[in-house]
């Protein structure tokens, strides 16, 4: 059964108010949200989307005032990043109240906050007493939902409305921030790209070290995003496609292979634009029967290109 869908935003606060789960729109991705004051409401998110418990859950405000309650140390430069960057897609990693559940941050000190921007959910939020929990809204290891139809096709009662915000703009999730130490550090790269936050920092940002068996952002998993289908990682030059095969170009990188199994993410090889296609790309091929396997060059390692690698690397077949 499909899953009610709407832009109803006072039906999505009731619902939340129960202690039910919601999927909602932001700029990035689409969220599975619920209740993050409520312990028990936040594991029917783990259970929804068969998550490791050890994997913490990013909450959601409307601004940084509402945060405040939930933030033990402000770090000197979070006003700032949230004047340049918030609402969007940001996540800030910083040492947490009693007030975060322990399992909203898998027993961590510290906790990830983040203004998201659809307006929607901006909306959504300012109605509610609390702020929400929300992980990307797909199943553990899959590829992240960039519109409703995603989501449709991962669930069915698991979330009792999905507010419709259409597609999401930037598509890639946020760039985490480790603000809780001396230096700011990238845990997670994303929608934010490291030369805007560089200029804004007036240096170079360390970037977490990856390591799969302790990974910083403990959701930096070995396989995530993953399509059910293999997707392997290759240079096209001497790419020969099987006749069940699917490439993903950007630019004109594909134009040698057959323009009818190729899911184009820019033709002027634009990092933003193929960061908002990508994983529709990789759910429209996933769900395609005449395709059994995806190939994908690594994007040039510049703005949005460093997340979508980061994002190949891990949905890559080994
Ligand atoms: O764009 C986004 O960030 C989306 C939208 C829905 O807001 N959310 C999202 O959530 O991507 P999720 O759960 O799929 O990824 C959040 C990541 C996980 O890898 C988790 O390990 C990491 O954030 N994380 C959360 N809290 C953390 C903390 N206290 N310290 C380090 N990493 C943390
Ligand atoms: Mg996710």
New binding site residues.
């Given amino acids: 059964m499909a899953i009610p869908q709407g832009t109803d935003v006072a039906f999505a606060a009731e619902l939340l108010k129960a202690g039910k789960r919601v999927a909602i729109p932001?700029e990035?991705?689409?969220?599975l949200a619920a209740n993050g004051t409520d312990p028990l409401a936040v594991a029917t998110i783990f259970e929804a989307k068969h998550r490791p418990f050890f994997?913490?859950?990013?909450l959601?405000f409307a601004n940084l005032t509402d945060a405040m309650p939930y933030v033990l140390e402000m770090p000197s430069i979070l006003p700032k990043l949230v004047e340049q960057f918030s609402p969007g897609?940001v996540?800030y990693?910083v040492k947490r109240t009693a007030f975060v559940p322990d399992l909203v941050?898998s027993g961590?000190p510290?906790?990830?906050i983040?203004f998201?921007k659809h307006p929607l959910t901006q909306t959504l939020l300012s109605q509610l007493p609390f702020p929400l929990a929300?992980?990307?809204a797909n199943r553990f290891g899959y590829i992240?939902p960039t519109n409703p139809h995603h989501i449709q096709r991962q669930f069915t009662d698991e979330i009792s409305y999905i507010l419709d915000g259409g597609s999401c703009v930037l598509g890639v999730?946020?760039t985490?921030l480790?603000l809780s130490q001396h230096t700011v550090t990238i845990?997670?790269q994303?929608?934010l790209s490291v030369e805007e936050l560089t200029d804004v920092l007036g240096y170079t940002p360390n970037m977490a070290a990856v390591s799969s068996s302790r990974p910083?952002?403990?959701?930096?998993v070995d396989v995530h995003y993953a399509p059910r289908k293999p997707l392997y990682v290759l240079s096209f030059k001497d790419l020969v496609l099987p006749p069940n095969g699917a490439v993903l170009a950007f630019g004109n990188n594909a134009n040698h292979l057959n323009p009818k199994r190729t899911y184009q993410l820019s033709t002027d090889a634009n990092d933003r634009e193929a960061a908002g296609l990508f994983f529709d790309a990789l759910h429209t091929l996933d769900a395609d029967d005449t395709i059994d396997t995806i190939y994908c060059e690594p994007f040039p390692e510049y703005g949005l290109g460093r997340a979508l690698n980061d994002r190949l690397k891990r949905a890559a077949k080994k």
Avoid: C, F, K, Q
């Fill in positions: 932001t990035t991705v689409y969220g994997d913490p859950l990013i959601h897609p996540t990693v941050s961590l510290t906790v990830g983040r998201p929300a992980p990307s992240s999730e946020s985490i480790d845990l997670r994303g929608s910083s952002a403990p959701g930096n």
